[in-house]
């Protein structure tokens, strides 16, 4: 197949000096008719060679064209005529000038028009390198790095490649890769501290071109670097992570350690007045004792169930058990959890009039209640109002936990439902918290496929408003 493009270029090559040569002729004639002198016909047939030089992109035919202008020059226009003889000796100067005069010329125009095809496929080819290299620059993922890299020596090669990293078992190669024994050129892919792969070529025997071959070099040395770069990023995020883990980790015990604190004392206290003056203690003041020791389990039950939760969620692990669940009902189990510790504050609970189920794992729904709640205990005074609505919206169901205390602070309220974030200021019953309770109610709820939002009140309080979808998924 090469020989024969090759002959096919040789044959057009001659062609056209046959025509530039036969043209040249032709103006001679015409000029020499017009009474031009021998000069100027040579003129023509110098102005003939030069076109064959830029035609054929070769000084051999440019050289051609100007033996066979001397041998046209003498046949038709020396004397004699028509005779491959010369008996003048200014003739022979003339020919011999017009042949070196030629020779040059041609050599000269080959060798300038060889530098600027050279210097425009310079030109191609550093553009090309250079929208690799800008190209590398936006990829990430390792797959989609050395998948564009075989599509590049694919496009501006035609040849089929395979890439294998070390340590991977994985072979990626593009669409047009067939197992076969064409093998022909492997270049490692070399990383900054560490050989990272191989990159093979399927060109078999077959010759690359100092363009194809600089393609497929930078490219492997483009997928050295990028492989680098998002090997050494994909280590700073788990470092990252890990970092932020174990941040979480320590403030996790931190607020563990803190918060279990007062409830313990209180319960210590409680327990040990009891134990040690239960015959001093009037029945009133037993009652006391024992109202405060149970209040404080409930809310030491609620705060190991948010810890539990958590845990679940940063794990991956909250799994939904989802059955129809009649809302009174939970409604009503929440409530009646939080029985004790709402007894100083004014509960109002709104219920549809009609029965509504919908499917829901009830007892994480019932933790959301229960942390909404005791959040508004929290955050209100003694004797306030707390509004629990239940409603429908569309295809949802509406729950809303209200109250009247001094609202959501806003520094916070961007980042209320993130882990750890507590308020400040206005806490009634000292127990701060650790944060986790909003954070755990939005995972729930979402995890349902609802929403969840908080407001502040035009009339002062806040509002929480969750919505779980009426048929689930």
């Known amino acids: 197949m090469t020989i024969n493009r090759e002959n096919r270029e040789i044959a057009r090559s001659v062609m056209k000096v046959l025509v530039v040569l036969t043209l040249s002729l032709l103006g001679s004639l015409l000029i020499a008719g017009l009474g031009a002198g021998k000069e ?9 060679v030069l076109f064959v030089t830029i035609l054929t992109n070769g000084y051999i035919y440019g050289i051609a064209a100007s033996v066979a202008g001397v041998v046209l020059f003498d046949f ?5 005529r028509y005779a491959f003889l010369i008996y003048s000796a200014v003739d022979v100067m003339l020919l011999l000038f017009f042949l070196v005069t030629a020779v040059v010329s041609g050599t000269i125009t080959s060798r300038l028009q060889k530098q600027i095809s050279i210097s425009h496929q310079s030109e191609l080819t550093a553009r090309l390198l250079y929208k690799v290299a800008e190209d590398f620059l936006h990829i990430t993922g390792k797959r989609n790095i050395i998948l564009r890299g075989i599509k590049y020596i694919y496009d501006h090669t035609g040849y089929a490649s395979r890439v294998i990293l070390d340590g991977d078992d994985q072979e990626y190669f593009s669409e047009q890769y067939a ?6 050129l492997t270049i490692p892919i070399q990383g900054v501290a560490k050989q990272m792969g191989s990159l093979t070529l399927y060109c078999g025997r077959d010759e690359l071109t100092f363009q194809q071959e600089l393609v497929v070099k930078t490219v492997a040395t483009q997928l050295g670097a990028a492989l680098d770069r998002e090997y050494s990023y994909r280590e700073r995020e788990e470092i990252r992570v890990a970092m932020e883990r174990e941040r979480l980790r320590s403030t996790l015990l931190r607020s563990v350690a803190h918060d279990l604190r007062t409830p313990l004392t209180a319960l210590t206290g409680a327990s040990s007045l009891l134990t ?3 015959e001093q203690l009037s029945l009133e003041e037993q009652k006391k004792l024992a109202a405060d020791i149970s209040e ?4 030491l039950a609620n705060f190991v169930e948010n810890i539990l939760n958590m845990t679940r969620i940063g794990e ?7 059955e129809d669940e009649v809302v009174d009902d939970v409604v009503n189990e929440a409530t009646s959890h939080m029985s004790r510790i709402l007894q100083n504050r004014h509960l109002e609970v709104s219920l549809p009039n009609e029965v509504i189920s919908l499917p829901m794992d009830g007892k994480l729904v019932v933790q959301v209640l229960v942390n909404l709640l005791d959040n508004a205990v929290k955050h209100t005074p003694l004797d306030s109002c707390i509004d629990l609505k ?3 919206l569309g295809n949802d169901v509406v729950f809303e936990v209200c109250d009247n205390g001094n609202g959501i602070a806003e520094d916070i309220m961007d980042r209320l439902f993130d882990r750890f974030t507590t308020q400040k200021n206005n806490i009634i019953d000292g127990k701060r ?7 755990i109610c939005k995972a729930i709820v979402e995890a349902h496929g609802g929403a969840i939002r908080a407001e502040n009140q035009p009339a002062g309080g806040a509002r929480f408003v969750f919505s779980l979808p009426n048929g689930g998924e």
């Not at 197992?179 to 022909?184: A, F, I, K, M, N």
């Not at 991956?316 to 989802?322: A, I, P, S, T, V």
């Open 40 to 48: 100027s016909i040579l003129m023509m047939f110098l102005l003939g």
């Open 76 to 80: 038709f226009f020396t004397e004699p």
């Open 179 to 184: 197992q076969s024994d064409r093998e022909g």
């Open 276 to 278: 040690d003056k239960f």
């Open 296 to 299: 404080e389990m409930i809310w």
């Open 316 to 322: 991956g692990q909250l799994f939904l058990h989802k």
């Open 390 to 392: 239940v409603g429908m």
């Open 433 to 439: 918290g650790m944060g986790l309770g909003l954070a």
